[in-house]
Nanobody, 122 residues
Framework: QLQLVESGGGLVQSGGSLRLSCAAS????????IGWFRRAPAKEREAVLC????????IYADSVKGRFTIARDSDKNTVDLQMNSLKPEDTTVYYC???????????????WGQGTQVTVSS
């Protein structure tokens, strides 16, 4: 069974950090582009960052530039989202997704995790 599972969400104070992890079972994340999305008002899901199969990353949400980074751990078969300098407006559910290529359109991705809640208090 092919599955993605996010972990690492929680409650943090404004200015703090969290590290979200996307783990796969049934397939190897190295073979996929991995995107991180978040639920946003007026949008079902907003693209945040994506890591392509060659190791390059693309930031789609301007608000996270300089604060969020994405990295792959091939040994653990995970892709992590490091979130620093968190703001209350970062509060929402975060999802990881696997697809063949990066892009901001959620339809490009074949597999999705169930989401993990991030709450940033002011």
């Amino acid at each position: 069974q092919l599955q993605l599972v996010e972990s690492g969400g929680g409650l943090v104070q404004s200015g703090g950090s969290l590290r979200l992890s996307c783990a796969a079972s049934g397939f190897t994340l190295d073979d996929y582009a991995i995107g991180w999305f978040r639920r946003a008002p007026a949008k079902e899901r907003e693209a945040v960052l994506c890591l392509n199969r060659l190791g390059g990353s693309t930031i789609y949400a301007d608000s996270v530039k300089g604060r969020f980074t994405i990295a792959r751990d091939s040994d653990k078969n995970t892709v992590d989202l490091q979130m620093n300098s968190l703001k209350p407006e970062d509060t929402t559910v975060y999802y990881c997704a696997a697809g063949r290529v990066c892009g901001s359109w959620s339809g490009l991705y074949d597999y999705w995790g169930q989401g993990t809640q991030v709450t940033v208090s002011s």
